[in-house]
């Protein structure tokens, strides 16, 4: 039997950038993996990650979230945006050398109707409030995805260390 | 390096049925992962997963939940299945749902790890869930059914093992 969890790509950031994208993802595989472990240069703890599809500014990007920040718990909800939001990581003011990270799965990537998608991540520095995040997520685009570009939601930079893995996943 | 995530098998619907079951589940993994993308033609809305045919008591769960305006936890226990599907699957959206199950070769009781993704872009539910299958037998079935109706064409069942060495 096949191993079925391939990496397809994987970005190690050995300085600051803007944004990380994954281009040209082959269509062989099933589900998508996409593993990060990140921190932003905004100055607060957090930060988000947003991801844009096919490079698809259009509104067809949805979100159902629960969080929790040890103390509390909330839901909140985005319809019809531009890209996947509030995937929850550290910031530039979290204690220094912790990298938030998380987990997003894209089953059926290849369709060319709706395609769900979760996300699980935290941004844990023992120090500031930290969240755990899970993530449902809609992409309502009509193509394949071929490509995802990363950016931080509020900061302007991934720093340095902040490494990005792509995984294709095959049911056969 | 060996292989340590692989399909054991995978279904998808090409008419509608109101259960999918994966059977004679080899026991050379270490663990299990059920993938399950779904829509609905009609009827109810819980999807619910059961084990080599046992209902009975055998079941409980905790979870926690958003529907985008509330969220909270809750549990249950002594169960005839566990609901994977706190909200209701569209006829529509595809909804997405994980399932893993830890040592299920083993003779301990089984834990499990529930995902359920059901944004709808405007409506739908998140919710994340620990489980329990108060049985000691090797798992050698998976069940998927639903509490009415049926899943619609389309609908994809995938089960990995994952092999530990």
Same mark, same amino acid.
């Given at each position: 039997?096949?191993?079925?969890?391939?990496?397809?790509?994987? @970005?190690?950031?050995?300085?600051?950038?803007?944004?990380?994208?994954?281009?040209?993802?082959?269509?062989?595989?099933?589900?998508?993996?996409?593993?990060?472990?990140?921190?932003?240069?905004?100055?607060?703890?957090?930060?988000?990650?947003?991801?844009?599809?096919?490079?698809?500014?259009?509104?067809?990007?949805?979100?159902?979230?629960?969080?929790?920040?040890?103390?509390?718990?909330? /839901?909140?909800?985005? /319809?019809?945006?531009?890209?996947?939001?509030?995937?929850?990581?550290?910031?530039?003011?979290?204690? /220094?050398?912790?990298?938030?990270?998380?987990?997003?799965?894209?089953? @059926?990537?290849?369709?060319?109707?709706?395609?769900?998608?979760?996300?699980?991540?935290? @941004?844990?520095?023992?120090?500031?409030?930290?969240?755990?995040?899970?993530?449902?997520?809609?992409?309502?685009?009509?193509?394949?995805?071929?490509?995802?570009?990363?950016?931080?939601?509020?900061?302007?930079?991934?720093?340095?260390?902040? /490494?990005?893995?792509?995984?294709?996943?095959?049911?056969? | 390096? $060996?292989?340590?995530?692989?399909?054991?098998?995978?279904?998808?619907?090409?008419?509608?049925?109101?259960?999918?079951?994966?059977?004679?589940?080899?026991?050379?993994?270490? !663990?299990?992962?059920?993938?399950?993308?779904?829509?609905?033609?009609?009827?109810?809305?819980?999807?619910?997963?059961?084990?080599?045919?046992?209902?009975?008591?055998?079941?409980?769960?905790? +979870?926690?939940?958003?529907?985008?305006?509330?969220? !909270?936890?809750?549990?249950?226990?002594?169960? $005839?299945?566990?609901?994977?599907?706190?909200?209701?699957?569209?006829?529509?959206?595809?909804?997405? +749902?994980?399932?893993?199950?830890?040592?299920?070769?083993?003779?301990?009781?089984?834990?499990?790890?529930?995902?359920?993704?059901? !944004?709808?872009?405007?409506?739908?539910?998140?919710?994340?869930?620990?489980?329990?299958?108060?049985?000691?037998?090797?798992?050698?079935?998976?069940?998927?059914?639903?509490?009415?109706?049926?899943?619609?064409?389309?609908?994809?069942?995938?089960? +990995?093992?994952?092999?530990?060495?």
């Amino acid at each position: 039997m096949p191993n079925t969890y391939t990496l397809i790509a994987s @970005n190690v950031l050995s300085s600051s950038a803007a944004s990380v994208t994954f281009s040209s993802i082959p269509s062989t595989y099933t589900d998508l993996v996409l593993r990060v472990s990140v921190r932003s240069d905004r100055a607060a703890t957090f930060d988000n990650i947003q991801i844009r599809i096919n490079s698809d500014a259009a509104s067809n990007y949805s979100r159902t979230l629960l969080s929790g920040d040890g103390s509390s718990e909330s /839901s909140s909800r985005g /319809s019809s945006e531009s890209r996947w939001e509030f995937a929850v990581i550290n910031g530039n003011t979290s204690t /220094s050398n912790t990298f938030g990270n998380g987990e997003y799965y894209i089953p @059926n990537y290849l369709s060319t109707s709706s395609r769900p998608a979760s996300y699980f991540g935290v @941004n844990e520095d023992n120090s500031a409030t930290a969240y755990m995040r899970a993530n449902a997520y809609l992409y309502r685009g009509t193509a394949a995805i071929t490509s995802m570009e990363l950016t931080p939601q509020n900061g302007t930079n991934w720093l340095t260390g902040s /490494s990005f893995y792509l995984y294709g996943i095959k049911n056969s | 390096m $060996p292989a340590t995530y692989e399909s054991i098998a995978t279904q998808t619907l090409a008419v509608g049925a109101s259960s999918i079951t994966f059977s004679s589940i080899p026991a050379t993994y270490t !663990d299990l992962r059920l993938v399950f993308v779904c829509t609905n033609v009609s009827g109810g809305d819980q999807a619910k997963v059961t084990f080599n045919g046992v209902t009975g008591t055998s079941y409980s769960q905790t +979870y926690m939940y958003s529907d985008g305006s509330i969220a !909270d936890s809750g549990s249950s226990a002594n169960q $005839p299945e566990v609901n994977i599907a706190l909200g209701g699957t569209s006829t529509t959206i595809p909804t997405f +749902y994980t399932v893993d199950v830890f040592s299920y070769a083993g003779s301990t009781n089984k834990t499990l790890l529930v995902t359920c993704n059901e !944004d709808k872009n405007g409506s739908g539910l998140v919710s994340r869930a620990v489980g329990l299958f108060s049985n000691t037998a090797a798992i050698t079935s998976v069940t998927i059914a639903k509490s009415g109706g049926t899943y619609a064409v389309g609908t994809t069942a995938t089960l +990995y093992g994952i092999k530990n060495a």
